[in-house]
């Protein structure tokens, strides 16, 4: 799209007024965001009554920097809020998860009251090998429903567990299970990937050598593949669970009870395990999910599509719906397991009404073609969702026009791991958006955008995003290491906490978020961030995706390579690339500066993906740099990385 179709575009969106059925039906009044300003502890207290307490809190918030406690003398159980209560208010026979898997063959759906049946029997299972409260448990899994009752089980004994993305290899097993002394690893045979079976035991196996303290590896059969069998160690979920008790009464926990470890990676340092505790987390991802989404629990099917091995599953897959008791589907393949519009025959056959994904999902459609879309009906939808990282107008206009047929309100939110929970977002039948705007912040939740001295800055300026007042789904630290989560999180800028991430207001106080600040280039002593040039290059009419990075230059000392997978009408028209990317490098030059222009573009058919759909833009810089290529077992497709290698190294023989 043109600059000026972009700027004609945000113009309208300025007055875009949502649809009828937002201003009359919203959940959020337009009141909200007062309400909670007046008083941002007393309105939080007041949205943790969506929860179900054993014994309700009496206290909301405990605060000496950095480290908070909310609703602490308050006791729950949180697999009863996701579970019994919808049970005992009689829903039990709403459906909880439509469960799709890879292969076209593979569906079941699980009612809440199915749901709480399995939980019960993996709990007592659990319970048989000697899981108790307090223990750390390994979840290491294919998106199948045993994955989520394992974390529900989990909960309802007071253990952490610990989800491991099923991406990974053994040794990032072996640092996350030591770390954080996980004695119970649950694991499956395996997965599958467009059609294909994939391994995972065999991964578990490899670590086990290095993890002598684990007692117990609980395997679910997926595959039916063959694996090696350690006496005592191994034990079949069919064996353990299915013959057991589907009754068990949960015990109730106080509301710091810790709930999970969720782990980051690092480029140089070790994972860090991020801790998240029950009861606040639980009142603020119910209560995003809530209103951010407007959901009807009686009506809607919600489809977060991504994974439970990151944040974004455990927070909007299980935590924040199952709280609301929606219904959603839960998916376990590719966007072309089984053909390019598997995703739109996914929410034609389930009427999906909430669509939540990342914007490289999104542009990865759009790369497939909007024709797609036409042929299926996906008129249910009524409310589009983007998470993970900043997205560009271009995607974000897509989204809306192709796959919400210029009827859904798109939220584009912000948040993090270590924040638990959607930070900033418009709010659907109150916000008007503006296409790549995250807008501004959640309803209780305190931002700031600030200079390097910490200092806020004006509207149309950018900085640093900082947080300054706690909230409840907060991180409670790094597990076994508070000085690293202090000098990581808070040591920056004082008393506040430093979320890594660079933003921008615009000139109407909006906020855009501009990625990582170590992905902020200096170019002639010009700091320019990578996400603006990716932006750039992705507005080109003929661009499907693009990522960026900074490579080291005698001259500038630091330049632009950018890495660029064109549209299928664009691949397959025969023209020569070379005036493809003269033609991008001028337009980044017009849409943003001549300095901007990339030294390098790369055409290339794909970019390195990991199975979440994050770009892996470390193994680029490596590219970039000549360096030896990092890890690449986590991607989708691994060989892609030698692909691109080999355009690098046939690019600078041109140049030479």
């Known amino acids: ?157 007071g253990a952490i567990h610990s989800v491991i993305f099923g991406g990974f290899a053994a040794e990032a097993l072996v640092d996350r299970i030591l770390d954080s002394d996980c004695r119970y690893v649950i694991t499956a045979d395996g997965g599958y990937r467009r059609g294909e079976a994939s391994a995972l035991k065999v991964n578990v196996d490899a670590a086990m050598p290095k993890c002598p303290d684990v007692a117990a590896v609980l395997v679910v059969k997926r595959t039916g593949q063959a694996v090696e069998w350690t006496p005592h160690r191994d034990h079949w979920w069919h064996d353990v669970v299915d013959s057991q008790s589907s009754e068990h009464v949960a015990q109730s926990f106080e509301a710091e009870h810790p709930l999970y470890l969720m782990y980051t990676s690092g480029t140089t340092a070790r994972p860090k395990g991020i801790l998240h505790t029950t009861g606040g987390y639980l009142t603020q991802v119910a209560t995003t999910h809530y209103y951010v989404f407007d959901v009807k629990a009686e009506t809607d099917v919600c489809w977060t599509a991504a994974d439970i091995g990151w944040v974004t599953g455990h927070s909007y897959i299980v935590y924040g719906p199952l709280c609301n008791g929606v219904t959603q589907v839960l998916y376990e393949g590719l966007p072309d397991s089984g053909g390019r519009d598997r995703w739109w025959r996914i929410i034609e056959k389930y009427k999906v009404s909430i669509l939540y994904t990342a914007p490289t999902a999104i542009r990865t459609l759009m790369k497939w073609g909007d024709e797609l879309t036409r042929l299926h009906d996906i008129t249910s939808l009524r409310l589009l969702g983007s998470v993970g990282e900043p997205i560009n107008p271009e995607a974000w206009m897509w989204y809306r026009e192709h796959v919400g047929q210029n009827r859904c309100p798109v939220v584009d939110t912000w948040w993090q791991t270590e924040t638990g929970a959607i930070m900033v977002t418009p709010l659907p039948g109150i916000s008007v958006t503006k296409p790549g705007a995250a807008m501004r912040a959640f309803p209780g939740i305190t931002v700031d955008v600030v200079d390097n001295d910490g200092v806020s800055v004006g509207n149309g300026e950018g900085g640093y995003l900082t947080l300054s007042a706690p909230w409840p789904a907060m991180t409670r630290g790094i597990w076994g290491d508070a000085e690293r989560y202090v000098d990581t999180y808070w040591s920056r800028f004082d008393g506040s906490y430093f979320a890594g991430d660079g933003a921008k207001r615009d000139a109407d106080g909006d906020l855009w978020l501009l990625g990582r600040v170590d992905d902020v280039m200096n170019i002639s002593g010009h700091r320019l961030s990578t996400t603006e040039v990716e932006h750039a290059l992705v507005g080109h009419e003929g661009v499907a995706e693009a990522a960026v990075v900074g490579a080291s230059d005698d001259t500038t000392g630091q330049a632009i390579v950018a890495f660029v997978t064109l549209k299928f009408s664009v691949a397959d028209s025969g023209d020569d690339h070379r005036s493809i990317i003269e033609d991008l490098r001028n337009h980044v030059a017009r849409t943003i500066s001549p300095i901007a222009k990339p030294r390098q573009i790369i055409i290339t058919p794909d970019l390195p993906k990991t199975r979440s759909g994050k770009i892996m833009r470390r193994l680029l810089r490596d590219v970039a740099e000549h360096r030896a290529l990092g890890d690449v077992t986590t991607l989708t497709d691994p060989a892609i990385v030698g692909v691109i290698d080999s355009l690098m190294s046939q690019h600078a023989s041109d140049d030479e």
């Not at 405990?62 to 308050?74: K, L, M, V």
């Not at 459906?95 to 749901?115: C, I, M, N, P, S």
């Open 1 to 157: 799209m043109a600059e000026g179709q972009i700027e004609a575009f945000l113009t309208e969106e300025r007055s875009f007024a949502p649809p009828a059925h937002f201003v009359a039906h919203a959940n959020a009044k337009p009141t909200i965001y007062d309400e909670a300003d007046r008083d941002p502890v007393a309105w939080w207290g007041e949205q943790a009554r969506r929860l179900t307490w054993d014994v309700e809190p009496t206290t909301t918030l405990e605060w000496t920097r950095p480290y908070a406690q909310w609703f602490s003398d308050g006791r729950l159980n949180a697999s009863v809020n996701c579970v019994d209560r919808h049970v005992a208010a009689g829903n039990g026979e709403r459906v909880a998860f439509h469960w799709v898997g890879d292969r076209e063959e593979d569906y079941v759906d699980v009612t809440y009251r199915d749901l709480l049946d399995r939980v019960c029997r993996a709990a007592n299972g659990l319970s048989s090998l000697g899981v108790k409260a307090g223990d750390r448990v390994a979840i290491y899994m294919p998106m199948i429903p045993e994955a989520i009752v394992s974390m529900l089980a989990c909960a309802r004994l």
